[in-house]
Each structure stands twice: as C-alpha cells, then as structure tokens.
C-alpha cells in the first residue's frame, strides 16, 4: 500500500503544513494506596480487554464508571449512569466527552458534561454502540466531535458537529477502526488491525478528519502497537509487545522505552513538570492501577489504586494545546484520483525496470475481493489512475509476463474528490519524491479509469 500519500491540487504537488503521592516503590512490589495532587479523571473497571476491540467485541464487559480525582478524593463523574468510560476534557478544560450508558440495556452512546456540574447531553444517536470520542478543533471552539460506532458488526470512525447533524464516516476498510489522540497537526491518530481487513496485529495510522490521507504512521510494521498518545515533545508513545515504545520524528523506525518491568496498555496522560500517569499492572494476574512515573526513573509511584478493579484511563483536567484544524482538500467528484511517483521507491527491493503494469481490487460488503482494471506502470515506476472512492482497495504490482511482484495484504481507500500522490509502494512516510515530472505524466494526464463499466485495462506501460 502507499504508506505516504499527500493531498494534492490537480496534478501538482502541495505539502501538508503541512500530585503529591505515596513513596516511590520499584515496580513489581505490593504498596499502600497513594494519591496526586493533579486533577484527572480515570476510569475503573472490573474487567478491562484493551484489544478487544480488534475483533468489535466489549473492552468492559462488566461496565465502568469514570472517577474524578482532585482534593476531595475520588468519586464518580457521572452518578446517575449505569456504566461510564472513555473520557475527553475540552481544550479549553471545561467539558467531558464520554462513552456512556444511562440504564443498563442501552447501547454505549456518546455524551457530554460541564466539568463544573450540569446535565449531561447525548450527542450520538442510534442503537448501535458509539465509543472513544475525542475533541476536534474548530473555528470558534470545540465544535466537533470524532468517534468509533459499530455498524454492520464493525467499528467505524465518524465524525460529527455537535450541534447535531448526520455524522460522517472517515474509515471505509473492512476492519474496525478506533481513535486514540488528535494530533497537534489536525491529523487523527487511529488504531486498526495490520495488515488492514484482518484481525491480525494492533497497528497505529493516522487519518485527516474528512477521511482522507489514511496511512500507517511508520512502516516497521510486526510488532503490536496500540494506545498511542502524543506527548509535549511531539513524539507518540504507546504499548506494544516489549511494553511501551515511542515515534519520534527524527526516526523512521520506533524507539523502545525503557521502562520499569511490568505491563503497560499506553494511555500515557503527561503532566506539566514532564511525569507520566500510566496504567501498570505487575503482570496478567494482576490489575491495573494507575501510576506516575518520570521517564528515565527506575522506580514508579503510585498515583490511584482500586481494590479488585482496573484502574485505567488516565485524563487531565485542565487546558491543553488546541490542535489545528485540517483544511479539506476534497473536490466535488464522484470518485478520485491516484499518482504514483516511483513504485520502486519501496522497502521491497524490485528489479530495474521489472514492474510492467499494476492491478486494483477491491472488497465487497460479503467480504468478496473484485478487480477493478490493470493501469501501465512507466519505466520510471510511475502509474496514474481514477479509482472509486469511499470503498476499500488493495494493489497488486506485476512483471512483464502478468506475473505477481508483489500484492498488498491489507487495504486501503480514497475519499470522494481526494486526489493524492504517493511516493512509492510501501516507502515509508519518512522517504522524500524526486524533484522530476513523472514519466506517465508526460505521456498523459489522463488516468487510467477503474471506476466501473467505462474501465480501461491497460497491459503496461511498455
């Protein structure tokens, strides 16, 4: 799959702007219960499935409930509801988004709360099940909300104004998808499955809030990463199989932590003074609990500790960096627009001048793959195509001989009206284009068309 795809004008390049607590123990160790002196709310649980929803099952089949915890101890944010969980502080610190259910056979439905006190509002509707919703910035405030809702059996990531309004699916693969941060740059940092369409291994990607621009955030991919947060450096820290690891931006490849031994789920909350409240459990017979740790610190401190529960969530209240807003780039077209620059600039070594044309498939709703049409691919490795949109698609690169190269394992897909270039196949979103034009540009710039009964099947680009 192309791992670096930009949003461009009609064939031209555009870049994308882009709390005082118990003394400190060694992890492992058994320790009274502590407190901080930060405000936040976590969430407690009796049962917590962090990957549970790989396959769109429960992560609380039990319930929840979210705590706040500041001077006056810890009590619930929301009495009056059955179950409570991930919650969302506003920018500007004064309100909580959540996942809720107000009696205990409704479906998890996303509503939201003054953290001064109020009644709450529901902001989804249906009764299908509407979890993790996350801040979007707007023009004037806060005036969106991007969130998971299970539909067909699935999750799908949505967005939606909250003032109301018919949502807006941004994920079109057939695999369930969950945000987990808003980045500083407006892009949606998003955890799905690796290879995409499958159940396979907890992957990070990012995606812009009209649905455009999907893409894994590193191409190192294997190890299970899941849980990304992004910290006051920039860097995204998360969980993975080794415990937790790190992005940082000079690396094309992520960076283990080295954190004291124990497991670790991600939800990482950093506090001002650099520290970090995490959930940490000793090992699988244990619970989590919430702890606060200073990188690089052999030891971990207690911050809150629920007796026979996960302790789980951690989320500071509080003002925090407003994200910018994504400017859509989307054109009123029914489907859109791929160029490829080189697709032997890839982390898979082909021959010279050995990918002769390439293939597009794509998935229906029963799980059946279609091909959609053959497009040349140039000697320079550049291919140029019009696709449909809004649905997955998959790409498979061939010899002269029709002969399979290589053929993604996961999939895809392109927003209504988004045009995007890429550099490569699979070239990692750290490699830069050449500064040339193209080969399949100079020849045409009309694509190859895999949109439907009009289709053009090249054999290749020779």
């Known amino acids: 799959m192309p791992e670096r795809m930009l949003l461009v004008v009609v064939l031209a390049l555009v870049a994308i702007a882009l709390v005082r607590t118990e003394p400190s123990v060694s992890a492992g160790t058994n320790s009274p219960r502590g407190t901080s002196s930060s405000s936040f709310l976590y969430t407690?649980?009796?049962?917590?499935?962090?990957?549970?929803?790989?396959?769109?099952?429960?992560?609380?089949?039990?319930?929840?409930?979210?705590?706040?915890?500041?001077?006056?101890?810890?009590?619930?944010?929301?009495?009056?509801?059955?179950?409570?969980?991930?919650?969302?502080?506003?920018?500007?610190?004064?309100?909580?988004?959540?996942?809720?259910?107000?009696?205990?056979?409704?479906?998890?439905?996303?509503?939201?709360?003054?953290?001064?006190?109020?009644?709450?509002?529901?902001?989804?509707?249906?009764?299908?099940?509407?979890?993790?919703?996350?801040?979007?910035?707007?023009y004037l405030r806060e005036d969106r909300v991007v969130y998971a809702r299970k539909t067909a059996g699935r999750f799908v990531i949505e967005v939606a104004e909250l003032s109301g309004g018919t949502p807006l699916p941004l994920t079109y693969g057939p695999a369930n998808f969950l945000p987990t941060d808003i980045l500083r740059d407006g892009r949606i940092l998003l955890e799905t499955s690796y290879p995409v369409g499958t159940a396979a291994t907890p992957e990070l990607y990012t995606v812009y809030s009209d649905g455009s621009g999907f893409e894994s955030y590193r191409c190192d991919h294997g190890n299970a990463r899941h849980e990304g947060r992004q910290i006051n450096s920039g860097d995204i820290v998360f969980a993975s199989r080794s415990g937790l690891?790190?992005?940082?931006?000079?690396?094309?490849?992520?960076?283990?932590?080295?954190?004291?031994?124990?497991?670790?789920?991600?939800?990482?909350?950093?506090?001002?003074?650099?520290?970090?409240?995490?959930?940490?459990?000793?090992?699988?017979?244990?619970?989590?609990?919430?702890?606060?740790?200073?990188?690089?610190?052999?030891?971990?401190?207690?911050?809150?500790?629920?007796?026979?529960?996960?302790?789980?969530?951690?989320?500071?209240?509080?003002?925090?960096?407003?994200?910018?807003?994504h400017p859509s780039g989307l054109h009123d077209w029914p489907n859109a627009n791929l160029l490829c620059l080189n697709a032997y600039t890839s982390k898979y070594k082909f021959a010279a001048d050995s990918i002769h044309s390439v293939r597009f498939y794509t998935r229906d709703g029963t799980g059946e793959t279609h091909l959609l049409g053959t497009a040349p691919v140039e000697r320079d490795g550049s291919f140029f195509v019009h696709v449909p949109s809004d649905q997955p698609l998959q790409i498979e690169l061939l010899d002269g001989a029709g002969g399979t190269l290589k053929r993604e394992s996961g999939y895809f897909w392109m927003r209504r009206g988004e045009q995007r270039i890429c550099v490569g196949c699979h070239a990692g979103p750290e490699t830069a284009p050449e500064n040339a034009v193209p080969m399949i540009l100079l020849k045409s710039t009309t694509p190859t068309d895999m949109t439907g009964e009009t289709a053009h099947n090249a054999s290749g680009g020779r």
Not at 106 to 112: G, K, V, Y
Not at 249 to 275: C, N, R, W
């Open 44 to 138: 407690v649980a009796k049962q917590y499935e962090p990957l549970a929803w790989i396959s769109g099952a429960d992560r609380f089949p039990f319930g929840a409930t979210i705590m706040r915890h500041d001077s006056s101890g810890n009590r619930p944010l929301v009495p009056a509801f059955a179950a409570t969980a991930d919650s969302s502080v506003s920018f500007d610190g004064k309100r909580v988004l959540f996942t809720g259910k107000l009696k205990p056979q409704d479906p998890w439905q996303i509503w939201e709360v003054p953290l001064a006190g109020g009644k709450p509002r529901r902001i989804t509707a249906g009764s299908e099940n509407c979890i993790r919703p996350f801040y979007l910035p707007g």
């Open 245 to 325: 690891a790190r992005f940082t931006s000079a690396l094309a490849k992520d960076v283990p932590v080295s954190a004291p031994a124990g497991e670790y789920i991600g939800e990482i909350a950093e506090t001002a003074s650099g520290d970090w409240l995490l959930p940490w459990r000793a090992d699988a017979k244990a619970h989590y609990q919430l702890m606060i740790w200073k990188p690089g610190a052999p030891r971990l401190r207690h911050s809150v500790i629920e007796q026979n529960a996960d302790a789980i969530q951690p989320t500071l209240i509080g003002q925090r960096i407003v994200p910018k807003r």
